[in-house]
Structures are given as C-alpha cells and as structure tokens.
C-alpha cells in the first residue's frame, strides 16, 4: 500500500465511500441544451440584503428563461454568522419578492431535489471522502502548525517582503513522512488538512467571466486549508465539490470571491472535474456626499429588503427596480412591452456592468409609480388593505368600513390613457384618500383653509354660496362644467383664462379661481384629482355638509 493510501485511511478511517460513489448517486441532469443550472447560496444569517436580492434575481432568472434549475444552498459552515430561524426568513424573504427555487431548502430542515443535502453542515461526510482522494492522490496533506507558527512564518515574511501564506518552503508539513504524521497524531495533536498546490506563481491563468470579461490571475501557490480543524470545509472546497456534484453549470456570485477564484479553478483541475461558468456580479452602491459605496446594513434602512414591505413598496416595484440595476436595456424593454410581466425580459450576463449599479430609492419611487398606475383599482385596493392589516390598522378600518367608497376613491382616473400617478407605495394610499373621509378631512382643516390669495373673503363666500346650489349629481362631465361657469359668469369672473387675460380689468378671476375655491373647500388641498370624478364620489350629502363648513369658516 502505498503511503498516501496509508495516510488517508490514518487520517480518514471512517470513511469508505470513494468518488464513483458520488458521481452515480449525483448524475448528471437531464435538460435541454442550453438549460443552466444555477443557485443562490447564502450564509443562514436570517437577514436579506437588497444587494442580495439583487443577487439573487441574476441566478433565478438565467436558470428559468432558460428552462434550467435554480436551487438553494445553505452555506452554514460559519456557525459564528448563524441565526436561529435564519433559512426559514431567507426563504420567505426570496419568495415574497417572487423569487423561486426548483430545489434545495425548503424549510429550516426540509428540502427537496436529490442532489441534496442542500445544507453544508450536513455534508461533513462528502467533503471528508473527497479530502481522503486528495491526501490519497498526494494532493492534501494534514499541517499541524500552531498559531504561533504561523505567526512566526507571517513576520518572516514580512521581514523579508516575500508574498505572505503557506507555501512553497514556508509549508512545513507538506512534505512530512507517514512516520512524521502518525507520530504527531499520537500526541494527539489535532490538525487543518492543506491543498498541496501544484501551482506556482510565475504562471498566470485566465478566467473568462461572463460579466467581468477576460480576467488574467495570477496561479494559486498558496497550500490553502481545506478542511479545518474540525472536519468543516473552508468555503473554497465545499464551493468546489458542490458545485459539481450539483451539477451547477453557473457560478454566479459576489465580486468578493473573484480573488479566489485561481483557487478554485485550481481545485477542479486536480479533482479532474469540468468547470463551472463563473460570473461575478458587483455589489449595489449608494452615493453618499459625492463618493459612492456599497448599501450599508447600518446607515441606510434600504438595505434590508424588509424595508419594501414595511412602507409598503408593490414587489412588483421592487422587481422591476433591481431588473433595471441588473441591465440598463430594462427600461427600453419596458417602454415597449409597458403591461408584459417582467418575467418576460430576458437577462444578459454580458449587459452587466462591471463596477457597482447604483441604488436609488427616488428612482425606484418613480419607476413604482408608473407600476400602480398602471394596476386597476380594485388590485390597488386588495395590495393596500394587505399592507395596511399589517402596518396601519386604522386605514385598514377605514377601507373596511365603506369598500365601495375607497374602491370608488382608487378608480380616480384609472384606466385611462394617461393615469395619475400619486401612489408609489401603499403607505401612501392614506396621504392620498384623506380627505374623503370625514374624521381625516377634519384633522386637515383643522388650522383653516388656503383659498386663493388673489381672491377677497367675500368673493369666496360668494363662490361658495353660489356653488352649494348649482352643483347636480345627475350632469355629465360636459353639462357639469358647463353649469359651472356660467355660475362663475354669473358672479363676474371669466369663463376662461384666455378672456380673462385680454381683459382683466373687467373680471374677479377666471373660472380656475373660481373651481379652485370650490376644491380647497370639499378636499382642504389646492392640488386634487380631477375635480368631477372626486364631487361625484363625494356624495351630495357629505359636499354640502363641507361647503357650510367652509362658509362658516369665513
Ligand atoms: N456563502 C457565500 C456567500 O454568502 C456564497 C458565495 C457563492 O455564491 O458561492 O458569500
């Protein structure tokens, strides 16, 4: 037997399952040509990062518009980054923005897929059995260097400016006997098993990433650990074996491992396996004074995807924001499919930028405003109320209470050509709806009302009064406002503003001073939706109460 084989079963003793195993009970996917298969995976830490989400949608949708498979992998292997609950919050997270695994976590401790387990600290015994390979095939070896001893290698390296880490002759286990090992074993010294890199530093690699384009690196030297000390793999190995007993044909990540990534093009060579594709995405920056950096979990509250919820940002919205971060040639798309699910756009890697995309929330606003416009009144009426049974209880009552009126309120010039476009979030359907409610309208009015300023008290009373008797439920729009100006005529003002500009001696105002009282006194705002639609809603009974109050208040 040869040494090797001798020093992997000293070292591995309980493990007898060899590669052959693994790669019949993990085989290869049945899917069509060109179907990518794909995956998110997270450390469990039960928070979700907008940049994450952003992250996220990349993978998904490259495996589905491409009929491939996209699965989640818990990577659990820091315990230290661990929170209880934490898949299960990751999970709903995801979904609640629509983003869906074929396989993987379901559950703190459910899964589906047979490419499982899908959790890396359930893997212990597949990373040991492909660590005993390596240590068989003289390509790993066990390093029982102290802390000390590293901290000695490190400030001889610092002394002599040399590269630091452990390699070459700073590696010094790397070469030890059989002999050497047991020897060390039976002291009971526990051990971190190393990589023994056939690389060297002269030679340069390429990566040829679908985002970052040809990125030419130095070869791994460095005698990486594998396995720490407790058996638990860095996430270079488990990213390794992973990754290709999934069966991932996409390797889409943070731009923080593209560092790395020498390593581990490097461990799919000497494990003799296929490469992943690599695409590493950079990370979503914020400006901040003139300087840019990356959203912060502690300064900006966006940076949780909570936060959307919270204030109530459609997921839509949401959705469509980060495709828009994801490829700039979203919004041309858009503008030609303005009602197509955003399923339907089709994401390319290579239309990436390579440095951060840039987070703006006033951008996501707009483009959430042009998102609800274009729901119907009753979808905008169940998304709120869903937000308000959560976030403001006293709105959902409101709705409640009369929920053909707040229907009515939504339906405000929706459905037409050019819909209005006030509400971006559903926490701002009260702003919105205030004042068609009574007790609301009441707090509103409460320090008095701005009529116009080029108007005197009495010709405000005099509109008012005029008003309260000419307005009829029963008139078109036409007759509607027809009736109106003839009632402002009647009190000396110009039907329309060009006849009040060639001669404004001779009038008072014209008929939009004139409506504008009547606006300020039903609504308590000198900037509404379309005036008719909004008296018609009203009802004749609340309008005249609110036109005596608004005499009153003269
Ligand atoms: N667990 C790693 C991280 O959260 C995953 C990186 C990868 O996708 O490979 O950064």
Not at 11 to 29: G, S, V
Not at 73 to 99: H, N, Q, Y
Not at 271 to 293: N, Q, Y
Not at 398 to 413: F, P, S, V, W
Request: proline letters at 4%.
């Amino acid at each position: 037997m040869s040494q090797h084989k001798q020093l992997s079963d000293l070292l591995f003793p309980q493990i007898d399952k060899d590669a052959a195993y693994y790669e019949n009970l993990y085989p290869q996917r049945n899917l069509p040509e060109g179907a990518k298969v794909t995956r998110f995976a997270p450390s469990p830490t039960g928070y979700l990062h907008t940049g994450a989400l952003y992250a996220a949608m990349i993978p998904e949708r490259l495996a589905h518009q491409s009929k491939g498979v996209f699965f989640l992998r818990i990577e659990d292997t820091d315990k230290k980054r661990e929170l209880e609950g934490g898949v299960m919050e990751i999970i709903s997270a995801l979904k609640s923005f629509d983003v869906i695994f074929d396989e993987g976590m379901t559950g703190e401790n459910s899964e589906k897929g047979i490419y499982g387990p899908y959790k890396q600290s359930e893997r212990k015994e597949i990373y040991q059995a492909f660590a005993k390979i390596l240590v068989e095939k003289d390509l790993a070896y066990p390093c029982f260097c102290s802390e000390e001893e590293l901290n000695e290698i490190r400030a001889k390296q610092e002394e002599r400016k040399e590269n630091p880490g452990y390699y070459g002759q700073y590696a010094k286990h790397r070469n030890a006997s059989f002999e050497e090992v047991k020897a060390e074993l039976e002291k009971g010294k526990g051990f971190v098993l190393r990589l023994k890199s056939p690389g060297k530093p002269e030679n340069r690699i390429t990566i040829d990433d679908l985002i970052k384009g040809i990125v030419e690196m130095p070869e791994n030297d460095q005698d990486i650990v594998l396995l720490k000390s407790d058996g638990i793999p860095t996430y270079h190995f488990a990213h390794a074996i992973d990754d290709h007993l999934m069966r991932t044909t996409h390797v889409i990540r943070g731009d923080e491992w593209l560092s790395s990534a020498p390593i581990h093009v490097q461990l799919f060579e000497i494990l003799g396996w296929e490469k992943p594709r690599f695409a590493h995405v950079s990370p979503v920056l914020k400006m901040d004074g003139t300087s840019k950096r990356k959203l912060s979990k502690r300064k900006d509250p966006e940076a949780a995807v909570s936060y959307y919820h919270e204030v109530g940002y459609p997921t839509e919205s949401v959705r469509e924001y980060l495709l828009n971060l994801i490829n700039s040639n979203y919004e041309e798309w858009r503008m030609a499919n303005p009602t197509a699910p955003n399923t339907e756009f089709t994401v390319d890697l290579a239309k990436m930028g390579t440095s951060g995309a840039l987070f703006d929330l006033v951008k996501l606003t707009d483009i959430s405003k042009d998102r609800v416009a274009l729901m119907s009144a009753d979808q905008v009426y169940d998304m709120t109320l869903a937000w308000a049974e959560q976030y403001d209880a006293e709105l959902a009552e409101q709705m409640k209470t009369n929920e053909a009126y707040a229907r009515a309120i939504l339906g405000i010039e929706r459905g037409v050509e050019k819909p209005r476009k006030d509400i971006a979030k559903w926490s701002d359907v009260r702003g919105y709806m205030s004042y068609f409610y009574d007790n609301w309208f009441e707090e509103l009015t409460k320090e008095g009302y701005e009529f116009p300023e080029n108007l005197p008290n009495d010709d405000v009373l005099a509109v008012l009064e005029a008003y309260k008797n000419t307005y009829n439920k029963a008139d078109d729009k036409d007759t509607w406002f027809e009736r109106a100006k003839a009632a402002a005529e009647g009190l000396g003002f110009a039907r329309d503003a060009k006849t009040y500009k060639k001669d404004k001696e001779s009038f008072k105002g014209h008929i939009g001073d004139f409506m504008s009282v009547i606006r300020v006194a039903i609504s308590g705002r000198k900037n509404t939706p379309d005036l008719y639609e909004l008296l018609d809603i009203m009802g004749e009974e609340r309008l005249q109460a609110r036109f005596e109050k608004a005499i009153k208040s003269i």
